[in-house]
C-alpha cells in the first residue's frame, strides 16, 4: 500500500487496519504483521537527519562565561558553584552528573574556572575537561570535606562581596555544608546568573533547536502513519522511538488515548486505540543537548462535532497566546490571552476543570522545562532570544483532552515558531 495515501476512509479500510484523520487515509504499511515487535516499512525507509550540525564551539562557551562573571559583578556575587549537571554543560561542554560524592565547579567572578572532584576520580576528570575553560582541579580524599575545598578556591580567587551564589540544582547537603565552612559568607541564589545566561539563546542555539523541532516532526509524521484500530499506546509509542533512531536521534513521546487525553500528563493505566478515539502524542528529540517539545493531538476515525469544536477552540487558544507575544510585555500576558478564549467559550477559570489546567507555555532550552513560563504572576519582560512553548491545553475529565504545543523563539521581529501548526483537526501537520 502507497505511503501517506490519500482517500476516503471505507469499513473495508478499517478492517484491514488503516487509520484516517477525518476522512484522510493514512496507509498500514509494516514489514510483516502489525507486531509490536515490527519496524512498520515507512519508519524503516527514513534517512538520518544528522548532516550539517554546527555544535556549540569554544568560543561560546568563553563568551558564555564571561557574561556570567559580568553577571556576578552586578548581582555582587564573587563566585558560583554547580555541580556537573545541565549548566555545568552549558559552561564548559562536560556532564558529570550527580552522586553522594561533590564534584563541580566553581565559576569565580574573575579568573578561571575551577573543578572540585574526590581524589580518585581525578584521572576520568581530566579526560573531560576541556583546559580551553581553566585546568585547575582541586581534589578531596574520601576522609576531607569538599566543602573546605569550594571555599578555599573561592578565597584564593579573591572575595569583595562575601556571597557564594548556589545553582539551583545543587543539593541540599552541599550548599548546606558550604554554608557551614564558608564563615563569614552569605549563601545566595545563581539562578540570577545561570538563567540570565541560559535563558537568552544564540543563533548556533535556535539553529540546534530548530533541527530537533524538525526531527520531531519527521518522527511523528512516520508514527502517525501507522496509527490503526487495535494499536496499543506502547505500540505507539515504541514507533516514534523507532522513528526518531532511523533519523540519526534519541527521542520518544508519550501516547493518552481516549478519555486518559484529558490528563495532561497521562495514565499509567494501559491503553488501546480504537475508532473514534482522541489520541495524543507529546515528546520530542535533543540536538546537541537542545530540546524540542512539540505535542498533536488527532481522531482515529471520523471526529465527531465536539471534538472538532474542542480542537478548533484550543486552535484558537495557541493562535491568542502567539498573538500576544511581544518584546517588552511581560509574559504573564500570554497565558492570560490563551486563557481567556478557553473561558470566554464556557470552560472553567483559575485552572479548574474542565478547562485549562497548567500554564500556557514554558521555557526551553539544554532542558525541555526551563525559564521562564507564560503564567499568571511571571512578570518577565519578553526578551529577544527568549524561547518557549505555547500549550494551552483544553482538558475535559472523562471526555478527552486537546493539546497542540509547538515551541517558538523571539527574534528581533518579534516570535517564530520552530515547527508549523497543525492546520486542522484532520491534518497534524501543516
Same mark, same amino acid.
Given at each position: 500500500?502507497?505511503?501517506?495515501?490519500?482517500?476516503?476512509?471505507?469499513?473495508?479500510?478499517? /478492517?484491514?487496519?488503516? $487509520?484516517?484523520?477525518?476522512?484522510? *487515509?493514512y496507509g498500514k504499511s509494516v514489514q510483516k504483521t502489525h507486531s509490536e515487535f515490527e519496524i512498520p516499512t515507512i519508519i524503516e525507509n527514513l534517512s538520518p537527519m544528522t548532516d550539517g550540525i554546527v555544535p556549540i564551539t569554544e568560543a561560546e562557551r568563553k563568551q558564555r562565561i564571561a557574561k556570567a562573571q559580568q553577571l556576578m559583578d552586578q548581582h555582587k556575587i564573587d563566585a558560583i558553584f554547580l555541580e556537573g549537571t545541565v549548566s555545568c554543560y552549558y559552561f564548559t561542554g562536560m556532564r558529570w552528573g550527580q552522586s553522594e560524592r561533590?564534584?563541580?565547579?566553581?565559576?569565580?567572578?574573575?579568573?578561571?574556572?575551577?573543578?572540585?572532584?574526590?581524589?580518585?576520580?581525578?584521572?576520568?576528570?581530566?579526560?573531560?575537561?576541556?583546559? @580551553?575553560?581553566?585546568? &585547575?582541579?582541586r581534589c578531596w580524599e574520601e576522609h576531607e570535606s569538599p566543602y573546605a575545598v569550594i571555599v578555599g578556591v573561592i578565597k584564593d580567587k579573591g572575595v569583595k562581596h562575601n556571597r557564594i551564589g548556589m545553582e539551583e540544582r545543587v543539593r541540599f547537603f552541599i550548599a548546606d555544608g558550604v554554608k557551614k565552612i564558608a564563615t563569614g559568607f552569605d549563601i545566595v541564589d545563581a539562578t540570577p546568573i545561570t538563567a540570565g545566561c541560559r535563558?537568552?539563546?544564540? !543563533?548556533?542555539?535556535?539553529?540546534?533547536?530548530?533541527? @530537533?523541532?524538525? $526531527?520531531?516532526?519527521?518522527?511523528?509524521?512516520?508514527?502517525? @502513519?501507522?496509527?490503526?484500530?487495535?494499536? /496499543?499506546?506502547?505500540? *505507539?509509542?515504541?514507533?516514534? /522511538?523507532? @522513528?526518531?533512531?532511523?533519523?540519526?536521534?534519541?527521542?520518544?513521546?508519550?501516547?493518552? $488515548?481516549?478519555?486518559?487525553?484529558?490528563?495532561?500528563?497521562?495514565?499509567?493505566?494501559?491503553?488501546?486505540?480504537?475508532e473514534g478515539d482522541v489520541v495524543m502524542v507529546d515528546g520530542g528529540t535533543s540536538c546537541e543537548g537542545y530540546a524540542s517539545d512539540i505535542t498533536r493531538t488527532i481522531v482515529v476515525g471520523k471526529p465527531t462535532q465536539r471534538q472538532i469544536d474542542v480542537w478548533n477552540l484550543e486552535q484558537e487558544a495557541q493562535n491568542a497566546a502567539f498573538a500576544a507575544i !511581544?518584546?517588552?510585555?511581560?509574559?504573564? $500576558?500570554?497565558?492570560?490571552?490563551?486563557?481567556?478564549?478557553? &473561558?470566554?467559550?464556557?470552560?472553567?477559570?483559575?485552572?479548574? *476543570?474542565?478547562?485549562?489546567?497548567?500554564?500556557?507555555?514554558?521555557?526551553?532550552? *539544554?532542558?525541555?522545562? &526551563?525559564?521562564?513560563?507564560?503564567? !499568571?504572576?511571571?512578570?518577565?519582560p519578553i526578551a529577544v532570544g527568549m524561547c518557549f512553548s505555547d500549550e494551552p491545553t483544553i482538558s475535559i475529565p472523562g471526555e478527552f483532552g486537546i493539546r497542540l504545543e509547538d515551541?517558538?523563539?523571539?527574534?528581533?521581529?518579534?516570535?517564530?515558531?520552530?515547527?508549523?501548526?497543525?492546520? /486542522?483537526?484532520?491534518?497534524?501537520?501543516?
Open positions: 500500500m502507497a505511503q501517506n495515501r490519500r482517500s476516503f476512509l471505507s469499513m473495508a479500510a478499517l /478492517s484491514a487496519g488503516a $487509520v484516517t484523520f477525518s476522512g484522510q *487515509l561533590t564534584f563541580g565547579i566553581v565559576i569565580p567572578a574573575k579568573g578561571s574556572i575551577s573543578y572540585i572532584c574526590p581524589k580518585f576520580e581525578e584521572d576520568r576528570a581530566m579526560e573531560l575537561i576541556n583546559p @580551553a575553560f581553566g585546568t &585547575e582541579v535563558m537568552y539563546k544564540t !543563533k548556533t542555539e535556535l539553529a540546534l533547536m530548530q533541527r @530537533a523541532s524538525d $526531527v520531531t516532526i519527521e518522527a511523528y509524521k512516520a508514527a502517525f @502513519a501507522t496509527i490503526r484500530p487495535g494499536m /496499543s499506546q506502547t505500540e *505507539l509509542s515504541n514507533n516514534i /522511538s523507532a @522513528a526518531f533512531r532511523k533519523l540519526g536521534f534519541s527521542g520518544g513521546a508519550s501516547v493518552q $488515548v481516549g478519555k486518559y487525553s484529558a490528563l495532561p500528563h497521562g495514565s499509567i493505566v494501559p491503553q488501546t486505540i480504537h !511581544k518584546i517588552g510585555a511581560a509574559c504573564e $500576558v500570554v497565558d492570560a490571552a490563551a486563557r481567556a478564549v478557553i &473561558e470566554n467559550h464556557g470552560f472553567n477559570k483559575n485552572y479548574k *476543570l474542565p478547562g485549562l489546567p497548567h500554564r500556557t507555555g514554558h521555557g526551553i532550552g *539544554l532542558e525541555g522545562h &526551563e525559564w521562564t513560563n507564560f503564567v !499568571k504572576g511571571n512578570k518577565t515551541c517558538l523563539y523571539i527574534g528581533e521581529d518579534g516570535p517564530h515558531f520552530f515547527s508549523k501548526l497543525s492546520p /486542522s483537526i484532520e491534518q497534524p501537520f501543516g
